[in-house]
C-alpha cells in the first residue's frame, strides 16, 4: 500500500508538471506571436500550432484567447500564497513573503527575454493591459488576505486558510492596513528588481538584486549616503 501510494503521488505530480509545462507552452507562444504580429491577428489556432496542441487543449487552459495573454504563469500566485502559509513560524511576514517570492523567481534570469516581450504586447495593447492590471490586484488582495492569517495565526498558518469573503468591499474590508501594505509592496519591489536588474545585467544577478531590495525594506528604506 505504501508502494503503491508513492507511486500514485509520483504521477499526480508529473501530471501536474505535465500541466504546467503545457500552459507555459501556450502562453509564452502567444507572447511571442502578438510581439511578431499584433495581439489582434494572433488566433487561438496559431497560438495551439506554435505550442504544439490542439486547439481542444488550448481551451482546457484558457477560457478565452485574450487569457493567454494576460498572466504569463496563472498558478504563481497560488504557490506563492501557499508558500507564505508554510514558512517556518519564526520569519517575519515580510520575510515569509521574499522567501516566497524569491523562490517564484529563481529562475528570473532565463524569463527576462519573455517578460520583455509581454511587457511590450500589453503597452501595445491597451485593453490587454487593464485586464493584466486587473489580475494583479486581485492576486495582491489576495496575497495580502494570507499575510492577514499568517499574522492572525501567530506565523504558523499551514492548516488555517485566509476566510471566505461574499464581496470585495466586505474583503478588502476585513484586511488591517499591514497586509494590504506589505503586499502592495513586496510587488512594486518585484517590479522595481526586474527592471533595475534588465537594465544592469552585467553588474549583478538577479537575485542579488532582488534580495538587496528587500534588505532596504526590511532596513526601514534609510536614505543612502550623499
Known amino acids: 500500500m505504501h508502494g503503491m501510494s508513492e507511486k500514485g503521488a509520483a504521477q499526480g505530480g508529473l501530471r501536474e508538471r505535465k500541466k504546467r509545462a503545457t500552459r507555459a507552452a501556450l502562453a509564452e507562444a502567444a507572447v511571442r506571436l502578438a510581439a511578431e504580429h499584433g495581439a489582434e491577428k494572433v488566433t487561438v489556432e496559431a497560438i495551439s500550432a506554435a505550442a ?14 485574450d487569457d493567454a495573454f494576460v498572466v504569463i ?25 521574499r522567501e516566497a517570492m524569491a523562490a517564484e523567481l529563481a529562475e528570473a534570469e532565463q524569463q527576462h527575454e519573455l517578460w520583455r516581450l509581454h511587457a ?7 485593453h490587454l493591459l487593464v485586464r493584466t492590471l486587473g489580475a494583479h ?3 495582491e488582495t489576495e496575497l495580502a488576505e494570507v499575510v492577514a492569517a499568517r499574522i492572525r495565526a501567530g506565523g504558523a ?7 471566505a469573503f461574499a464581496t470585495d468591499e466586505e474583503r478588502r474590508g476585513a484586511l488591517d492596513l499591514y497586509p494590504r501594505l506589505l503586499a ?35 532596513a526601514g528604506l534609510p536614505a543612502p549616503p550623499a
Open 73 to 97: 504563469d496563472a498558478e504563481a500566485g497560488a504557490r506563492m500564497r501557499q508558500a507564505v502559509l508554510d514558512a517556518p513560524a519564526a520569519l517575519s511576514p515580510l520575510q515569509a513573503l
Open 52 to 65: 504544439g496542441v490542439s486547439v481542444r487543449t488550448f481551451f482546457n487552459y484558457f477560457d478565452t484567447r
Open 137 to 139: 490586484m486581485a492576486d
Open 120 to 126: 511590450r504586447v500589453l503597452h501595445a495593447s491597451p
Open 157 to 163: 498558518t499551514a492548516s488555517a486558510p485566509p476566510p
Open 184 to 218: 502592495a509592496v513586496a510587488g512594486t519591489a518585484v517590479r522595481i528588481s526586474v527592471e533595475h536588474w534588465c537594465a544592469r545585467q552585467e553588474e549583478a544577478a538577479f537575485l542579488d538584486v532582488f534580495q538587496e531590495v528587500f534588505a532596504l525594506l526590511a
